[in-house]
């Protein structure tokens, strides 16, 4: 946790510096962009004009430790608009700070974009999800959160947010909906669902107790990610769309036998991820005309 004493590994002037020096090595200017989950890299891959960027090659940057997480920016073009994907994402698990695993959100921020897609892989708790579903996330549980493993903590930089951002519409109300009419659109509607993510550190999957418990406390799913970037890009002023894959049933019952494993989460996702560009594809190319207000900045578009 960032204390005044230790200042913060990722300031202002860091995220300044690179941004700086991603914009003079690429001249894609992104609007929106797309964090890529577990196994879901290839949602990249449909952008023209492509233009990659390792992240150990760009300056302050962590990197991926992942499988199912290439390490990578991605600049290029959907239906003629600007967008960067990271083909990686980074985990509490992994030892990142929360303010490492969401530096990327920020540099976004400063790059210009204003929307931001964040996926994942999840498994599913809600009984009516079955595996290769899409959860639309509606809301969030900041477990991490509640113990003080929070991406905010420490001193506010006004520049980026004000101190106590409102989360109560963490997640556009329009932007669902357009998410879901397209869904409806494309004929998927059987397989897509609107539910409560929840986030646990992990690296473990769930116990069966503790499953029990995120499903009494209102979670649809349960994942290790997405709600310290989503917290971020809330705070700085993005418009905010999640969408989950549900790659597994998590255990409920201590008869079931399967046993989760990431393997298994990377095989669904890359079997579903042609579903998700679809929906992607046609979401970025008509979010623009969805207006949206951000409590947290009311004048933002
Ligand atoms: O949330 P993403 O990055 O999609 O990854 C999910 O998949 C991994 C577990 O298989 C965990 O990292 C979990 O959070
Ligand atoms: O069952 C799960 N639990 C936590 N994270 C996950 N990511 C994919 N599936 C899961």
Partial sequence: MHTKENSCCCSFDDCKLTTEW????TRHRPKIAIVCGSGLGLLAETAS???????????????????GHEGRLVFGHIKGKSCVFMQGRFHLYEGYSLCKVTFPVRIFKLMGVETIIVTNASGGLCQDFKVGDIMVIKDHINLPGFAGQHPLCGPNDERFGIRFPCMSDAYSKALRKLALDITTELGYSNFVHEGVYCMVSGPNFETIAEARMLQILGSDSVGMSTVPEVTVAKHCGLRVLGLSLITNKVSLDYSREEKVN?????????????MLKNVLITFIARCHQVETINTNYPNAV
């Fill in 262 to 274: 990431h393997e298994e989460v990377l095989q669904i996702s890359k079997m579903r991820a042609e």
């Fill in 49 to 67: 004009n492509k233009q990659d960027v390792r992240y150990e090659d760009i300056p302050n940057f962590p990197v991926s430790t992942v499988p």
């Fill in 22 to 25: 991603l914009l003079s090595m």
